[in-house]
């Protein structure tokens, strides 16, 4: 009777038939055994700085007791696909790579984009018109010249093209490259000034659709793909430099009505779109309004967002719960108010570990550090908005300094490669913060951070079997599984 009864509800609800099958899928379990782990370290008071540290073996350790401290890892269950880590390629970053020697020049490129003896970028963002961290406030077009008939990127041919040109080569030839407008030119504007916010006049909402249609075809003509592009950077700034205001309204309707529409009718339907491109803070708040108006929403691929409010880490878990269909990436970072002084203070590369961290396990799909290069004085910059990068220049001298932010950076980009898939890596202490990934090779990449001055003892635990390591105070690590 039970039986009979049971087909009854399963032929009355087909939907209880497609429920049950789902709980009984099986999946098939990773297994560690025969497996070797190596580790890549950089620690502070030490000469570690990506140093392979380490080669462990897995044993069998069925269950861990509360005491352990274990990172655990579930290969089985995987979520978003990785693009890519990389840095902005913008005019203060090209200005100084070309007053580099040669020998330079090229250890930068290496350093940077080589899979093998560098750090393996592949992501990269850089500036449509001036942005801060150019030489000068410039634009495209001629004043008033509402047809475009001026526009040309002269400016940029004299070092940024010749400069994104060489880190495409220097990466292979492939590079995901997307742009962002600081300003448009300051008569499309209420204020008429490419600085100080001020706000896009509306009968110049077309004339600045077309104006990223003309950016992208121009770049393209030189050989450089655009692979897609921003809104406006930074939307709710008044900056003293160049920026603009767009309320949530504001970009809804300009991405729905011209800019969206202009792109598919250039034939641009597969540029990437990209909106917000601000902090952490007022990211829901933005990418609820966009994506909850379907005429806007469908011509957005994600949300690009900053780190300048720190630690809200939630809002952007919140948009990728809300939203899952739409794609989240960290677009702009860097430890500001440059002080030569402290370029080697240990909390700079910390601070791009714990928000890499965080980021990608919330969902991210690539992280996109700010400039690549910059000089000895944190420029140029011509607002006197001077910050760190990575790697700085001293143009005087030729000296590189290789911040320790390069190292935390590499221990994601040089490890964790497009197309990876995030994986499960839980800790069941607050000191280790991890994430991991499964790259298409199907090795593992399990990255541990220690934010503390204490030596931790850990087990690396993937499904009953145990590899023993220990984090150094003040560290990351990574630990390719294979």
């Given at each position: 009777?039970k039986k ?12 209880l ?10 999946v098939?379990?990773?297994a560690a055994?025969?497996k ?45 696909t ?8 913008t005019d ?9 020697p040669?020998d ?9 984009y ?6 393996g ?17 410039y634009?495209?077009?001629?004043d008033?010249?509402?047809?475009l008939?001026t ?11 010749p400069f ?6 220097a990466?292979?030839g492939k590079?995901?490259?997307f742009?962002?407008?600081w300003?448009?030119?300051?008569w ?7 600085m ?12 600045w ?7 992208i075809?121009?770049y ?6 655009v692979?897609?592009?921003s ?15 767009y ?11 011209y ?19 601000h ?12 994506y ?10 994600g949300?690009g ?12 878990k ?8 739409k ?8 430890s500001?108010r ?6 080697n203070?240990?909390?700079w ?5 714990k928000?890499m961290?965080?980021?990608?396990n919330?969902?991210i799909?690539?992280?996109t550090?700010?400039?690549i290069?910059l000089d ?27 911040m ?9 980009s040089?490890?964790?490669r497009?197309?990876?898939?995030r994986?499960i890596s ?26 503390t ?8 635990w993937i499904?009953?079997m ?9 560290s990351?690590?990574?630990?390719i599984?294979?």
């Amino acid at each position: 009777m039970k039986k009979t009864l049971s087909l009854i509800l399963l032929s009355a609800c087909p939907f209880l038939l497609k429920a049950q099958s789902t709980v009984h899928k099986t999946v098939k379990t990773y297994a560690a055994t025969g497996k070797s782990v190596a580790v890549y370290t950089t620690a502070e008071n030490t000469d570690y700085r990506i140093t392979r540290t380490a080669t462990l073996a897995f044993k069998s350790h069925p269950q861990p007791v509360e005491t352990e401290a274990c990172i655990f890892v579930d290969p089985a269950k995987t979520f978003q696909t990785v693009l890519g880590v990389g840095g902005a390629l913008t005019d203060a970053s090209a200005e100084t790579f070309y007053k580099l020697p040669a020998d330079k020049q090229k250890e930068i490129l290496n350093a940077y984009y080589n899979t093998e003896t560098g750090i393996g970028y592949t992501l990269a963002r850089t500036n449509i018109q001036s942005c801060d961290f150019s030489s000068d406030v410039y634009s495209y077009v001629a004043d008033n010249d509402v047809s475009l008939k001026t526009f040309n990127i002269d400016h940029d041919k004299k070092y940024r093209i010749p400069f994104i040109k060489s880190v495409m080569a220097a990466a292979g030839g492939k590079l995901t490259l997307f742009a962002t407008p600081w300003s448009p030119p300051a008569w499309m504007k209420t204020n008429n000034d490419m600085m100080h916010g001020g706000k896009l006049k509306p009968e110049f909402d077309q004339t600045w659709a077309n104006f990223y249609i003309k950016f992208i075809k121009a770049y393209e003509k030189e050989g450089i793909p655009v692979w897609g592009l921003s809104v406006q950077n930074e939307p709710m700034a008044n900056q003293k430099w160049e920026s603009c205001i767009y309320t949530a309204e504001d970009e809804r309707d300009f991405i729905k009505n011209y800019l969206g529409p202009t792109l598919h009718n250039n034939g641009m339907a597969d540029k990437k779109l990209i909106i917000w491109d601000h902090n952490r803070d007022l990211i829901y708040q933005r990418a609820s309004t966009i994506y909850e108006d379907p005429e806007a929403a469908k011509y957005v691929w994600g949300t690009g967002f900053h780190w300048y409010v720190r630690d809200v880490f939630d809002n952007v878990k919140l948009v990728n719960e809300a939203f899952p269909n739409k794609n989240l990436m960290f677009t702009e970072g860097c430890s500001e108010r440059f002080d030569l002084s402290r370029i080697n203070d240990w909390r700079w590369g910390e601070v791009y570990g714990k928000s890499m961290v965080n980021d990608f396990n919330n969902g991210i799909v690539g992280w996109t550090d700010w400039n690549i290069l910059l000089d000895e004085q944190g420029g140029p910059n011509h607002v006197g908005n001077f910050c760190y990068a990575p790697i700085h220049a001293n143009v005087q001298t030729g000296k590189l300094t290789y911040m320790n932010s390069y190292y935390y950076i590499g221990h994601f980009s040089k490890f964790v490669r497009p197309g990876a898939k995030r994986i499960i890596s839980s800790s069941n202490r607050d000191q280790l913060l991890t994430t991991a990934f499964v790259n298409k090779d199907n090795k593992l990449v399990v990255i541990v951070l220690n934010l503390t001055d204490e030596t931790l003892p850990y087990n690396l635990w993937i499904k009953g079997m145990a590899a023993n390591t220990t984090s150094l105070p003040h560290s990351i690590t990574t630990l390719i599984v294979q």
